[in-house]
Nanobody, 125 residues
């Protein structure tokens, strides 16, 4: 089955940048929808950014203009470039994937079957 492993998290000052990576391994039958989610203590899981199976990108309003999702198919790697980080971006970040997902549901985590273990991002004031 598909396995996802995130890396690149860390602790940064507000205004700083991080790039998260998610490496996929295992059987891939077709193009998958891929996405980043985050969850802060005491808060619900939030969809951050996604690439749908037709290649379109989606972003949460809170990160538009600051975060960029991309993928390198040759390396089976998903990226999340995070710029102008804010303390409210502090969370555990997860990558997720699914072989079939409605395009209008790509930021809803309940639709995804494959998840990574998460990587912590901490942004200080």
């Amino acid at each position: 089955q598909v396995q996802l492993v995130e890396s690149g998290g860390g602790s940064v000052q507000a205004g700083g940048s991080l790039r998260l990576s998610c490496v996929a391994s295992g059987y891939i039958a077709s193009r998958y929808c891929v996405a980043w989610f985050r969850q802060a203590p005491g808060k619900e899981r939030e969809g951050v950014a996604a690439i749908s199976i037709d290649g379109r990108t989606s972003y949460a309003d809170a990160v538009k203009g600051r975060f960029t999702i991309s993928q390198d198919n040759a390396k089976n790697t998903l990226y999340l470039q995070m710029n102008s980080l804010k303390p409210e971006d502090t969370a555990m970040y997860y990558c997720a994937s699914d072989p079939f997902l409605p395009p209008n549901r790509v930021l809803e985590g309940t639709w995804y079957n494959y998840w990574g273990q998460g990587t912590q991002v901490t942004v200080s004031s």
